[in-house]
């Protein structure tokens, strides 16, 4: 099929990408190569397949409503996945408006075009941040979402409740996905474990918040593309069970549902840097120091839902993901003649 996928010269979207040419579906790729990081790294990313016959890559911003109007009209996409988002939860305290352009008034050109294009599925991202203030282990689906911490899980929980209105309004099917703490080759340089691979190699010392002891659902990429790929290719269904005097927040009455993906295994932040450590073969020098502002304590996903939907759970561990990230790391800036920076 002729899937339109957001954000294919980033993290996830190329991993993506690459998965669905591969199983022989057209892809029609939507990035803007926007400098919050080195653009060479995206360039590398979509160097792997920007030359497949069936890919077709647009340079565009999903805040531009012509430019998106015409990647569907031109394109037809029977399905789409909206990767593109301005990322990183701390850059939205410093540049507020880039996150409402791009993750709320982006995400509203992509309903739009779904709507006007009779689109068969819309999947996009979602995050474990919009748990926000919930304490409650495992964060399930079938918990409010009220208490964003971060202006990011804000406009990500904006994304869940547009896509709801535009299901129930226009039968548009979405699901929603919210990742926990993705990592793997090709991550984003603003991430905790390429900050702290950088750091350690260079002998300089990494930043530990909450002295390590939070825990995270450290969720590997393939775990991540291989959720995405299952929902996708299951289009969100009506729950005929819905019940608007006992709503349950994770389906609807509307061709909707909102799943966790993430690793049921939660690892202590110290843990995660031990096991970088041990790849690396090099001690790291920690500075230790608290909880950052809308940080939470701990995550744990709870996945039974996917898992009774599509058949899959995220199962990649800590060990053998941070191996495969630090053998990628040599290799990529082995090729730029070793310059990490």
Not at 65 to 73: H, I, K, L, N
Not at 111 to 120: A, D, K, M, Q, S
Request: some cysteine; charged content about 20%.
């Amino acid at each position: 099929m002729k899937v339109l996928v957001t954000g294919t010269a980033g993290f996830i979207g190329s991993h993506l990408a690459i998965r669905l040419l591969e199983r022989g579906d057209e892809v029609v790729g939507f990035d803007n190569m926007s400098d919050y990081y080195d653009v060479n790294l995206k360039k590398a990313r979509l160097a792997r397949f920007m030359d497949h016959p069936n890919y077709t890559h647009i340079e565009a911003d999903l805040a531009d409503r012509e430019a998106v109007e015409a990647a569907f009209a031109t394109h037809k996409p029977q399905r789409v996945v909206n990767l593109a988002a301005q990322a990183g939860v701390r850059y939205a305290a410093q540049n507020p408006h880039v996150y409402v352009s791009s993750n709320v008034t982006g995400f509203l050109h992509i309903l739009e075009g779904c709507r006007h294009h009779g689109v068969e599925h819309l999947v996009f991202a979602s995050t474990s941040s919009v748990y926000g203030a919930n304490l409650k282990m495992p964060f399930s689906e079938h918990q409010p979402t009220e208490h964003p911490l971060t202006l990011y899980a804000a406009t990500k929980k904006a994304n869940e409740m547009m896509a709801h209105s535009y299901a129930h309004l226009y039968g548009i099917p979405c699901t929603g996905l919210r990742f926990f703490t993705v990592y793997g080759p090709w991550g984003r340089p603003d991430m905790a474990l390429f900050l702290f691979t950088k750091a350690i190699l260079a002998g300089e010392p990494i930043k530990v918040f909450n002295h390590g002891k939070h825990k995270r659902s450290f969720t590997y990429v393939d775990d991540i593309v291989e959720g995405v790929i299952r929902t996708l290719d299951q289009p969100a269904t009506p729950n005929a069970e819905w019940n608007g005097m006992a709503p349950d927040s994770a389906t609807s009455g509307a061709p909707y549902r909102i799943f966790n993906i993430g690793n049921e295994q939660p690892v202590e932040l110290l843990r995660y840097i031990e096991v970088l450590e041990q790849c690396l073969g090099k001690k790291a020098k920690m500075e230790m120091l608290p909880l950052q502002a809308g940080d939470v304590p701990d995550t744990e996903a709870d996945v039974s839902e996917l898992i009774e939907a599509v058949g899959y759970r995220p199962a990649v561990l800590v060990e053998d993901g941070v191996a495969n990230f630090v053998d990628w790391y040599d290799a990529y800036f082995s090729s730029l003649g070793g310059n990490s920076e």
